[in-house]
């Protein structure tokens, strides 16, 4: 599988791949482009990226990747998101149309030509769905820029849910905190709140 993760100016890419005697080898790359990838979470030119990605393939250390599997990470520009409380006895089956009713309800966004999951969080006494979207013209915009290079696309998910998942198990189920995952860099700096 490879992780392949999109910015404005940069990439990132990890490949776990399984030796011949079940132990896993990585390949890393990453690096700052100078020419801009993305605009709002949209690709720039798809030729670019491309060549980006296929630069960060064959040029992984410490070997190059041969993968074509992909969970492609995106910024939070690329997606819509809203965040919903739910009733802590909610069933798994009523979710889905309850989020798509908030959604009609609660917003002009459309469900229809988009590409959408959720997350459920559940604590002690309330419940909350993270709700995610992309529409099907910037998803294909990415399908056409990997698929030129032979992969294919199968998971995407927001950088803020990646983040969010490598602190999760470090919170306090019965105490409600707010966290701050800022990047600090020597031009700008961004970051999130949860």
Do not use: W
Request: glycine share 4%; proline share 3%; aromatic share 14%.
């Amino acid at each position: 599988m490879i992780y392949l993760s999109l910015d404005t100016y940069g990439i990132k890419v990890l490949s776990l791949s399984k030796t011949l005697f079940g132990q896993y080898t990585a390949s890393y790359f990453q690096k700052k482009h100078t020419t801009q990838l993305l605009s709002k979470g949209n690709i720039m030119m798809i030729d670019v990226v491309a060549s980006a990605v296929k630069e960060a393939l064959t040029v992984a250390t410490p070997s190059l990747i041969k993968e074509k599997e992909v969970c492609l990470i995106l910024p939070q520009e690329s997606f819509e998101f809203f965040r919903y409380a739910v009733p802590h006895d909610i069933s798994d089956v009523a979710i889905k149309p309850f989020i798509e009713d908030k959604i009609r309800a609660q917003s002009d966004f459309s469900l229809d030509g988009v590409l959408y999951d959720y997350l459920l969080v559940r604590q002690q006494d309330e419940s909350a769905v993270l709700f995610f979207a992309q529409r099907t013209e910037i998803f294909a915009q990415y399908y056409e820029a990997l698929h030129l290079l032979g992969l294919s696309i199968e998971y995407i998910v927001p950088d803020t849910l990646s983040f969010f998942t490598l602190f999760a198990k470090t919170l306090r189920k019965d105490k409600r905190e707010n966290i701050l995952y800022v990047f600090y860099h020597k031009k700008d700096s961004s970051g999130y709140v949860y």
